[in-house]
């Protein structure tokens, strides 16, 4: 089986609903932001520095698989667009911003100005995913 750039790549929305939690597609990318949401999720309610290290310590490893998936995806796939060392820090940064949100709207409320920057943040993040992956898509069509 062929994987194209359209199959390789979740949608943001899908990437949203694997940082919720919710159910998605057995896909290692799904995964992998579903796991860093996790460990924001748990880095946020630690003090300890130490927990903290090793909380971090995990999110590059996951950062570094994301990566690595990235990088061994063919040519045909990735476009030249797409440098193997952005898209997984992207990713964390997008489950650290889903974070940060809904932790605002459990502390201030749904209509504070905190919650209203987070989820502003997280949509310019969400755009950069999507002209980031778009760009990739762009440069396969021109290829082909």
């Known amino acids: 089986m062929t994987t194209t750039v359209g199959s390789a790549f979740p949608a943001a929305p899908q990437l949203l609903c694997a940082f919720q939690g919710r159910r998605f597609q ?3 990318l799904l995964r992998s932001a579903r796991m860093l949401a996790d460990l924001h999720t748990r ?5 300890d520095p130490i927990a903290v290290a090793q909380i971090d310590y995990r999110r590059g490893q996951v950062i570094d698989e994301i990566n690595v998936w990235v990088r061994d995806l063919p040519d045909y796939v990735a ?3 797409l440098r193997a060392d ?3 820090s992207l990713v964390d ?3 650290g911003s889903w974070v940060a949100s809904d932790l605002a709207i459990e502390r201030d409320g749904a209509r504070s100005d905190s919650a209203h920057k987070h ?3 997280l ?3 969400v755009d950069g995913y999507n002209e980031l992956i778009n760009g990739a898509c762009a440069v396969v069509a021109r290829q082909n």
């Open 26 to 28: 057995d896909r290692g």
């Open 43 to 47: 880095r946020a309610r630690v003090t």
């Open 79 to 81: 476009g030249a667009q």
């Open 86 to 88: 952005v898209l997984g």
């Open 93 to 95: 940064r997008m489950a």
């Open 119 to 121: 989820w502003t943040h």
């Open 123 to 125: 949509a310019e993040l």
